[in-house]
């Protein structure tokens, strides 16, 4: 897999992550131009966040950074965290998840609907703030019409959509293969930033991932959502999380404009974009509703949700797109580097072994567990 793997100013950023070196994950941290194993102090990214300032944490000098893309796939680089996601965050991705079940999960019924749809909502729905008394009344119209849905209801009411994407410890990183059901017949990635907090919800930094989709499962039903999100290896998130500081903050995140190429074993070629800028509510309002009234005491990922749908035919005219075994997928952005990963069936993916008590254990024997207390020994 080819690229460049860290951000085009890694020389000023800060970078934390994970790898495994032999022994097991290991914490890691990204500055200067070295790679610096951080698991002495602390043994998880999930407790090296809890720092008031994780970047200040020093560590054991390993390698150049340079060296990393000789070094295989990268783990995900959360670990203890939950890993939630928001849906439906941006215009275009809600009028496509309404075209998906009005098409009952049927791809081909889905070219009709789209004409129908955007030329009744597409503008209204592209203006309007979500939770206003604006999208009120855009919300009685449509139903009025007989148009209304629940995926409208997330995208411009009060309460954005918010689930769990994956299992604990279940995200590959980059390099590792990436599945979806070997059932799905209409499925696609889905470009996101993720948003990674500790404990307090004080949100640490951000990375890149992917939060593979099934179509055609959501489309039948949204009852069906967790098979359409939740496989194995169905969440990538890497390369790195990008520590905030002086020089990288939600400010850029807000402006980030995510670059998508996916480039299938048979030639077939498709480019794609995700802009930041026209996200309908705030990351940090994403944070807030997400953390609401719950507790993540090894805190939490957060998909941000995307721009991207892709409507362009890949084989016959009319279908749009799938995925095809052997797809290299890669998601790009300045300030957060590359995550690039090839499509397999959730079936054939190196099957998910390494869990929490895995971790604990492998922790365990290597000296690196402080049985003293942690970030979750009480609430907020």
Not at 26 to 44: C, H, K, Q, Y
Not at 120 to 136: D, F, H, L, M, Q
């Amino acid at each position: 897999m080819r690229g460049a793997i860290l951000p085009a100013d890694s020389d000023q950023a800060v970078l934390a992550g994970r790898l495994d070196l032999g022994e097991g994950p290991t914490p890691v941290l990204i500055r200067g131009g070295m790679v610096e194993d951080v698991s002495a102090a602390a043994p998880t990214v999930s407790d090296l966040l809890e720092r008031d300032d994780p970047a200040a944490v020093r560590g054991r000098p390993l390698f150049a950074a340079a060296e990393l893309a000789d070094r295989g796939p990268l783990l995900a680089p959360v670990d203890l965290q939950a890993i939630k996601a928001c849906g439906v965050t941006f215009a275009v991705s809600a009028i496509e998840r309404v075209i998906e079940e009005a098409a009952r999960g049927d791809m081909d019924a889905a070219a009709a609907v789209r004409g129908r749809l955007e030329a009744r909502v597409g503008a209204g729905i592209r203006s309007v703030v979500p939770g206003t008394p604006e999208a009120a009344s855009l919300k009685a119209a449509l139903v009025e019409d007989g148009m209304w849905s629940q995926y409208l209801e997330v995208a411009i009411g009060p309460d954005a959509e918010v689930f769990t994407k994956t299992a604990v410890l279940a995200s590959v990183g980059w390099g590792a293969e990436i599945g979806v059901r070997s059932d799905s017949g209409w499925n696609n990635p889905e470009p996101e930033i993720v948003l990674v907090t500790n404990s307090k919800g004080r949100i640490a930094g951000a990375a890149l991932g992917n939060d593979v989709n099934l179509r055609d499962f959501e489309g039948r039903s949204a009852l069906l959502l967790g098979k359409a999100k939740d496989n194995n290896a169905s969440c990538a998130i890497g390369p790195f999380i990008r520590l905030f500081d002086d020089g990288f903050t939600m400010d850029d995140v807000r402006a980030a404009e995510l670059d998508l190429v996916i480039e299938g074993p048979e030639g077939y070629r498709l480019d794609g974009h995700s802009s930041m800028v026209q996200i309908s509510r705030d990351p940090e309002e994403l944070v807030r509703q997400a953390r609401s009234e719950h507790h993540y005491p090894d805190g939490f990922a957060l998909f941000l949700g995307t721009l991207f749908a892709p409507v362009q035919d890949r084989d016959e005219p009319g279908r749009g797109f799938t995925h095809k075994v052997g797809d290299v997928v890669t998601i790009s952005t300045p300030k957060l580097g590359t995550l690039v990963n090839r499509v397999t069936t959730s079936d054939r993916a190196p099957a998910w072994t390494f869990g929490i008590g895995a971790l604990m254990r492998n922790l365990a024997e290597r000296g690196l567990l402080d049985i003293g207390g942690g970030a979750g020994d009480g609430h907020d």
